[in-house]
């Protein structure tokens, strides 16, 4: 993921009002005449993005505080920060739009660019998996979806109702996904603290600790083979992470924690 933060962008923090969670993310285009000379030149991206940012200031009607999109993609696959993580949008059409999911915006328009690049996909695709790590729930739509407006124009939008696939090649290839047994995870859990060294006792134990590392919530030395008290410590932030508490994040996986880890790091869990 290539992305550039509001401090990069010289941006004070978003006040924005707070929103931790929502049933996806929808995705929007600029609606107007956007520059073909973007795709020869990423500094005129970051010169549109804070254009966009600063219209948005100056729109008085709807009192925005801040840029109104969470995220922006841009031709050569840099992911944007707008408001960013735990904001709510200002860009869905209204109050009860803007609670139900976060935005990210391509930037592609109606006149000129019109076409997002894979690279762009690829970005939109990093801010979908990003919102979905902080809160956002497995809906993918279209400003459209719910609103009269032609945005997010027709290629994003026949791109979203594909379910916003990653364009191949532009990460990594896809191979056989393993399939991870809950109860043998919870065996190994439960039982290899215990046990001195590092004696691995199910190797599915192996693809849950490297999701863990890509969490940022294990460091990649422990990623072993081995479910000791360092794992279950990193897979009871991953439980909280995903809202649980108490008893329901004490680190010993559950279907729905490991299922929702293997949706986003490539793995399936057996039902
Ligand atoms: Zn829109
Ligand atoms: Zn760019």
Not at 211 to 234: P, Q
Not at 238 to 251: I, K, M, P, T, Y
Request: one cysteine or more; charged letters at 25%; hydrophobic letters at 30%.
């Amino acid at each position: 993921m290539k992305l550039v933060t509001r401090a990069q962008l010289g941006w004070p923090a978003s006040a924005a009002p707070t929103q931790t969670s929502t049933k996806g993310v929808k995705v929007h285009y600029e609606g107007t005449t956007v520059s073909v000379k973007l795709l020869d030149d990423h500094d005129l991206c970051i010169a549109e993005w804070k254009s966009i940012r600063k219209s948005h200031l100056a729109n008085e009607e709807e009192n925005y505080s801040d840029i109104a999109y969470n995220y922006g993609a841009c031709p050569h696959g840099y992911l944007l920060e707008g408001r960013g993580l735990g904001k709510r949008t200002g860009a869905n059409g209204n109050q009860p739009l803007n609670r139900g999911h976060y935005a990210i915006v391509g930037l592609v328009g109606n006149k000129g660019l019109t076409e997002p690049t894979d690279a762009m996909l690829g970005a939109i695709r990093d801010g979908i998996e990003l919102l979905r790590r902080h809160g956002a729930g497995d809906e993918i739509k279209g400003h459209r979806d719910g609103l009269a407006t032609a945005c997010p124009g027709n290629h994003l939008y026949a791109w979203v109702k594909k379910g916003a696939p990653r364009p191949g090649g532009s990460t990594t290839v896809p191979g056989p996904r393993p399939v991870i047994d809950v109860s043998k995870v919870v065996a190994a859990a439960s039982h290899d603290p215990a046990k001195s060294g590092t004696p691995v006792s199910y190797t599915g134990v192996k693809t849950v600790e490297k999701a863990l590392v890509a969490e940022g919530l294990l460091e990649s030395k422990f990623a072993d083979g081995h479910f000791g008290t360092t794992t279950v410590k990193a897979y009871a932030a991953w439980q909280r992470r995903c809202g649980f508490s108490g008893d329901d994040a004490n680190g010993i996986p559950g279907q729905t924690s490991l299922e929702k880890l293997g949706r986003e790091h490539g793995f399936d869990v057996k039902p």
